[in-house]
Nanobody, 116 residues
Framework: QVQLVESGGGLVQAGGSLRLSCVAS????????MGWYRQAPGKQRELVAS???????NYADSVKGRFTISRDNAKNMVYLRMNSLKPEDTAVYYC??????????WGQGTQVTVSS
């Protein structure tokens, strides 16, 4: 089992920045990918960014050029740097981890609110 705890959410004005952090603990050895999803009120959860073993990254079109995902393997951390935030980025952001032959692990979520 992998435990994930997010932090770094909050209230920010449009155009501002935030950095989300996710610390992982537990069975780390078989993690092949980590990333972030978000869910806005009344909407489905959507993939924001992911990073796989080896460092390749993937982003939703809506955040490309504004968000950057990174991973610190030594600290078991994954980060999401969010710049030029927009009101439509308002959502609960969830960290996830994928392990070989295991179901996806999720964090509890952190709220990001962008005011106009």
């Amino acid at each position: 089992q992998v435990q994930l705890v997010e932090s770094g959410g909050g209230l920010v004005q449009a155009g501002g920045s935030l950095r989300l952090s996710c610390v992982a603990s537990g069975s780390m050895f078989s993690i092949v990918a980590m990333g972030w999803y978000r869910q806005a009120p009344g909407k489905q959860r959507e993939l924001v960014a992911s990073i796989i073993i080896g460092g390749s990254t993937n982003y939703a079109d809506s955040v490309k050029g504004r968000f950057t995902i990174s991973r610190d393997n030594a600290k078991n951390m994954v980060y999401l740097r969010m710049n030029s935030l927009k009101p439509e980025d308002t959502a609960v952001y969830y960290c996830y981890a994928d392990r070989i032959l295991h179901s996806r692990s999720w964090g509890q979520g952190t709220q990001v609110t962008v005011s106009s």
